[in-house]
């Protein structure tokens, strides 16, 4: 109630500026999502759903514009709507993803569809025209929406951003999507943006036709920034929904040359075709048919442009309603949830913010961390042992900004004023401002040791001390420490400004608040945070390593590393297992088997580590060495399997066992070690809950986002199934197999879900 | 000395705000003089007609124009050209053949060889840096007699080859063997040849300085209409002031093999109606700034002679103003790059102890009528005072009727590096035509730090 007497109120104020024929509509009152006040003969409809930072298209909303837009048609004194959002940095989110979740069957899902559909095609034929004034996100539904609009003007501002992401949920766009956007910016164009699910920045928007009219953010004047450029892209839409309705400005656009001759080559059938062609060649390339989506997607538009406008809607929204029932929406849709909640501090708001970090080691983690941190605007202290080492960490941290420039997402000049924040020195010079120390030393435990207690005599007393490590138990560098309850475990992934995963780790004694300020320093990163307890291993490393030991068995066992490499990919995992190795590095393979090995004995055996051992004894390090698995060159993109590999894989060779070497058995073998780690994890209270475990094996490991995570896969292809094939593999290599208890406990009573 | 120079204050009136409060310092108070520091005074200051780019200068180097203020200096002052310590310019886009244009223009000008000269830079407050410059060699004891100016040419400009092009020509003259040459030759594409061409824009956000207005006029919600009328106030006051012969500062210019120049030629006062029917010139189709309420692209040079007071006296001048405090401020280059006349008013009015009150005579540049009306909003805005400027009040505006009576830089014309001085001499000149006391002089500038300078002026040596 009270959000929406403040919006009666704003347009009350308002009234007096810019109009004299405010009226209020009676209906106001009782709507929550939707409002419009009338300035002049131009209705403006501002949607603010109640309760949330972002505006989502939701029944209640759908219902609410209907009523709005018949009375705004049924007015004798409108002659143009503009349509805006009250929120700062939200136009449309999008669907509301718990709307689609809720639905049970395919025809609920269809119907839903249909009624967005019907809804848009009267707001596409409006006889008075419709502007869409767009500030911030405007996602999957809401571009629908503003593409049914007769006018699009958004702000050239960095958090405007349009695109259709349905993909990425394993969807596509139902409400009209895949038959407007083609005939708005072209079919290749527009099946990029579908079949990619990108985020197009406006100033780009704009130049492909998507948008009609850009307008600059506003600087301070005599109100904050935000509500003045939200109020100056209303003013601006105002005088654009009264030039259209008095036919002063035309909605047509002038197409480039390129664009007309595009437009006219997809009007041969035979080029057509051979678009269609290529795109779905690549999508099976791409997907190796294990998202549904994409596929659904080209075939929608193919039948929207090839059998006319009405087969094409149909289409759309059957295959909507089937593709939001598969398994693999299910699962993306379970991601997308779980990186809402690990974007969260859990510990509530820390009670000193970190503004001065200081990192150690400028490997290529340490300079990967202060990158993601100078760009946030932290103050950022580089410190290594060598020069050179020093050198050539600073050197990633700029080449990371410079190919940012060069992608024109950042000026010159702020790259030059991000780079500023970074100091990079050999000394503990200036370590006594610092909040946050995080270090990327070599992972070796004395060197940790000597590290911290070298850092804790430089650093001020609140100072949190954060160690980068993927296996060393943090309990034990936390050892040593004056402070235990200020030291955590940070693991970032590499490329740190790639990979979206950090794993913190508590100890026993690590505080509250020592917590609350490494997550709140993580999402200042841009990270998707998950907290686990301590432990070897942790969660990820734990997971990873058992598989990892059936890898090198399987290699053992005879089968090529590019045999291995594609099996692993057309199981769904982004890297094939031998290339992993070799990125993640032989030597570091090596020591968490060993650490890992000693701590979990059987549970983690299979492999023989030797072939490891004697890997790292001949300097075949992986990529950073030029040769592992494969040999890498500079600039050559072809690996070729490095041939001196063969006779230590021949002096380790075991025999296959037959009933389980089929290629099926190989990736479920993987796989299902993987997963009753993960499970085992969660049973021992390392994990807090399953999502958290989840995200960290997508995220972090690249375990298939089309099965959803491990806890995921569990609840969608039943727990029975999976323990099966453990037994099954337990009998004939032994315990690492055995099923743990919980996963036992989900197979013995199958109601029991991780997610209810 | 300080008798001398403090007791015409006439027209004072005895119980002013100020001079209550400041009772116990009257005597100092009144002529803003401070203890232990020189007193500095223009004794006069002329420029050439400022003329639209590509009319009659078009074909002339900044020096040559640069030389025609200076001669015209020489000649209004008569000052003998051996007591000039020091010459000082102003420029932003520079010529590279002349880069110290005050060195080459001085040479031609017929000052001695023997007087050093160097060239400063600072945006559109160049020539107000050349002046600040002087005013510190001056106080500081340095120097006694400079000189200080600016010039423009915007007729022409700068256009360079590409780096790429620019590269190869330089490696070429490096190369020893034709093979070197050839396969350096062999590197050359097509687009090499592609000009670089010098904006008018921040290098920092790359938004030229008419779309930054166009945002800044819309942030305050200064419409078009205000904007209009504004620019056709600033053109009318124009006409009037050189119709009535009040710009005495310009000196007349016989342009190698054209006519003599005797008067500016932007000033065009036009009705609302015609100013309407432009479009925008930077945000289109929407945008507010127009051709009609923007400064145009100058031609000009101006030149002024600043000595210590004792020098001017000695020297038997009288000097026409006393050039008192001064502030250069700098913010956000991005959002308040225009917005410096707001930021530095109240802190340089501090600085000398006057009020907005006391001032007779306002000179801001105006870059455009959205810039300068903006800059008003942002002077009575309350929100504004506490949320960007740490104050508790707002600035306040200055009165309109006090407010650049003779023209400024929409109908007079604006060579970025010479309006310094050109806003000074008519606040010089107004103050002794109405008889006021105070003057303030305001710009902004690219890169977000303008200038001000607080004329004090003695108005016993107008003879008036």
């Not at chain 1, 549904?292 to 929204?317: C, F, M, N």
């Not at chain 1, 041939?643 to 075991?654: H, V």
């Not at chain 1, 299902?672 to 994990?687: D, H, K, P, S």
Request: glycine share 8%.
């Amino acid at each position: 109630m009270k959000e929406k007497d403040l919006e009666n109120e704003r347009i009350g104020t308002e009234k007096g500026y810019i109009c004299r024929n405010f009226t209020g509509s009676s209906a106001l009152l009782t709507r929550t999502h939707i409002n419009y006040g009338v300035k002049g003969d131009v209705a403006v409809v501002r949607i603010n759903s109640p309760n949330s930072k972002v505006n989502t298209l939701s029944k209640e909303l759908h219902s609410e514009f209907t009523e709005v837009m018949n009375e705004i048609w049924a007015s004798d004194q409108i002659r143009s709507a503009v349509l805006i959002s009250s929120k700062p940095g939200c136009f449309i989110a999008g669907a509301d993803i718990n709307m689609l979740s809720a639905c049970k069957t395919l025809q609920e899902v269809t119907q839903l569809s249909q009624e967005a559909q019907r809804i848009l095609e009267k707001l596409e034929k409006s006889p008075k025209p419709v502007v869409a004034a767009i500030n911030g996100s405007c996602l999957g539904g809401g571009l629908e929406l503003a593409i049914s609009c007769q006018y699009r003007i958004a702000t050239k501002d960095r958090k405007t951003v349009l695109g259709v992401p349905e993909v990425l949920l394993g969807a596509l766009p139902g409400a009209g999507g895949t038959q407007r956007l083609p005939k708005m910016v072209g079919v290749p164009a527009a099946l990029d943006m579908m079949l990619t699910g990108r985020n197009i920045r406006a100033d780009r928007a704009k130049k492909m036709g998507l948008v009609d009219q850009l307008v600059e953010p506003l600087g301070p004047g005599l109100k904050p920034p935000e509500e003045r450029t939200m109020e100056y892209l209303e003013e601006v839409a105002i005088t654009f929904a009264k030039g259209l309705a008095d036919k002063k400005i035309s909605p047509k656009r002038n197409k480039g040359l390129v664009e007309k001759l595009t437009a006219y080559a997809m009007t041969i059938p035979f080029v057509r075709q051979q678009v269609y062609k290529k795109v779905e060649e690549k999508v099976r390339k791409q997907t190796k048919g294990l998202y549904p989506a994409p596929l659904k997607i080209i075939d929608v538009v193919k039948t929207g442009i090839e059998q006319g406008s009405d087969a094409g809607y149909l289409s759309e929204s059957q295959k909507f309603g089937e593709l939001v029932m598969t398994k693999e929406s299910k699962a993306l849709m379970g991601l997308y949830h779980g990186q809402v909640l690990c974007k969260k501090n859990k510990f509530g708001a820390p009670q000193k913010d970190v503004k001065h970090l200081a990192i150690l080691g400028a490997g290529l983690m340490g300079a990967g961390i202060a990158q993601v941190s100078v760009d946030k605007g932290l103050k950022t202290i580089l410190k290594d042992a060598t020069l050179t080492g020093l050198d050539r960490g600073q050197q990633q941290v700029f080449k990371g900004l410079n190919d940012k420039v060069k992608k024109k997402a950042l000026t010159s000049f702020e790259r030059d004023s991000i780079f500023s924040n970074l100091t990079g020195q050999l000394d503990y010079q200036g370590f006594e401002k610092a909040d946050m120390v995080i270090e990327a030393v070599f992972e070796d435990l004395s060197l940790k040791h000597r590290v911290l207690k070298e850092v804790e005599a430089v650093i001020p007393d609140h100072c949190i001390f954060a160690s980068n490590t993927s296996a060393l138990p943090i309990s034990e560098i936390a050892a040593v420490s004056k402070r235990p309850e200020k030291v955590i475990g940070m693991h970032y992934f590499s490329p740190v400004d790639k990979m979206q995963l950090l794993e913190i780790i508590t100890t026993e004694k690590t505080s509250r608040d020592t917590s609350a300020s490494a997550v709140a320093v993580g999402l200042k990163q841009g990270k998707v945070i998950i907290v686990v307890k301590d432990g070897p291993g942790f969660y990820t490393t734990r997971c990873l390593a058992p598989m990892m030991s059936e890898v090198i068995r399987i290699l053992q066992e005879g089968v090529d590393p590019k045999k291995l490499d594609s099996l692993t990919t057309s199981f769904g995992f982004p890297v094939g297992a031998a290339t992993l190795v070799d990125e993640v590095g032989v030597d570091v393979a090596k020591h968490v088997a060993e650490d890992l090995g000693k701590v979990f004995g059987e549970r983690f055996g299979g492999g023989n580590p030797e072939l490891l051992t004697q890997m790292v004894s001949k300097g075949f390090l992986g990529r950073k060495s030029g040769k592992g698995f494969y040999i890498y060159q500079e600039g050559v993109k072809r690996k070729d399997l490095n041939s001196d590999m063969d006779s230590i894989l021949a002096s380790l060779k075991l025999p296959p066992k037959s009933e389980v070497s089929s290629d099926e058995d190989i990736q479920f073998r993987l796989v299902t070690r993987f997963v009753n780690e993960a499970v085992m994890c969660l049973q021992e209270g390392i994990l807090a809950t399953p999502a958290e475990g989840d995200i960290g094996a997508v995220f972090g490991l690249g375990f298939p986002p089309c099965l959803g995570g491990p806890f995921r896969f569990v609840d969608l292809y039943g727990a029975q199934t999976i323990v099966d094939r453990l037994k099954k593999y337990e009998a004939a290599y032994g315990k690492q197999f055995t099923p743990c208890q919980l996963l036992a406990d989900h197979a013995n009573s199958p109601n029991k879900k991780f997610y209810q | 000395m300080t008798t001398i120079l403090t007791c015409p204050f006439k027209k004072l009136p005895t119980t002013s705000k100020w001079a209550l409060r400041f009772a116990v310092q009257t005597k100092t108070k009144k002529t803003l003089a401070k203890p232990n520091i020189r007193n500095v005074v223009v004794v006069d200051g002329v420029r050439t007609p400022f003329l639209l780019s590509g009319t009659s200068y078009k074909d002339l180097m900044p020096h040559d124009l640069a030389r025609a203020a200076l001669t015209g200096l020489l000649h209004r002052t008569s000052v003998p050209k051996e007591v000039v310590d020091y010459i000082i310019f102003g420029t932003v886009i520079q010529e590279v053949k002349t880069s110290n244009v005050a060195r080459e223009a001085a040479l031609g000008a017929g000052f001695s060889d023997k007087t050093p000269a160097h060239t400063v830079t600072m945006a559109c407050i160049s020539a107000n840096q050349a002046m600040t410059t002087g005013v510190g060699l001056i106080a500081s004891g340095q120097c006694d007699v400079i000189v200080a100016g600016g010039v423009e040419l915007m007729s022409d400009i700068p256009i360079r080859h590409s780096r790429k092009m620019r590269k190869l020509m330089l490696d070429l003259n490096k190369a020893k063997s034709m093979g070197q040459r050839l396969s350096l030759i062999s590197k050359f594409r097509l687009n090499f040849l592609a000009p670089e061409l010098p904006a008018v824009a921040e290098f920092s956000t790359s938004e030229t300085m008419g779309h930054s207005a166009d945002r800044l006029a819309a942030a305050f919600a200064v419409s078009r209409l205000e904007q209009d009328e504004y620019a056709l106030r600033s053109h009318s006051l124009a006409k009037k002031a050189q119709d009535e012969g009040l710009l005495s500062d310009v000196v007349p210019f016989r342009v190698p093999g054209k006519d003599t120049v005797t008067k500016d030629n932007g000033i065009r006062p036009s009705s609302l109606e015609q100013m309407a029917k432009l479009k925008p010139a930077f945000i289109k189709p929407y945008g507010t700034v127009t051709a009609a309420n923007s400064s145009f692209l100058t031609d000009g040079a101006s030149a002024m002679l600043i000595m210590a007071e004792e020098k001017a006296l000695a020297m038997g001048y009288k000097p026409k103003a006393y050039l008192r405090d001064f502030m250069y401020v700098s913010q956000d280059p991005k959002d308040q790059l225009l917005l410096g006349p707001t930021y530095a008013t109240p802190k340089v009015l501090e600085k000398a102890g006057l009020t907005m009150n006391d001032i007779d005579a306002f000179e801001f540049h105006e870059a455009f009528s959205g810039q300068i009306l903006a800059n008003f909003k942002a002077m009575d805005s309350d929100w504004f005072a506490e949320n960007y400027m740490g104050r508790k009040t707002k600035v306040g505006l200055p009165p309109l009727e006090k407010f650049n009576n003779w023209g400024g830089s929409l109908s007079l014309g604006h060579p970025f590096g010479a309006t310094g001085c050109r806003l000074v001499m008519a606040a010089a000149n107004r103050l002794r035509k109405e008889g006021g006391q105070y003057g303030l002089v305001a710009a902004c500038a690219a890169g977000g730090q303008p200038s001000m300078v607080v004329c004090a002026y003695n108005s016993s040596y107008s003879g008036g």
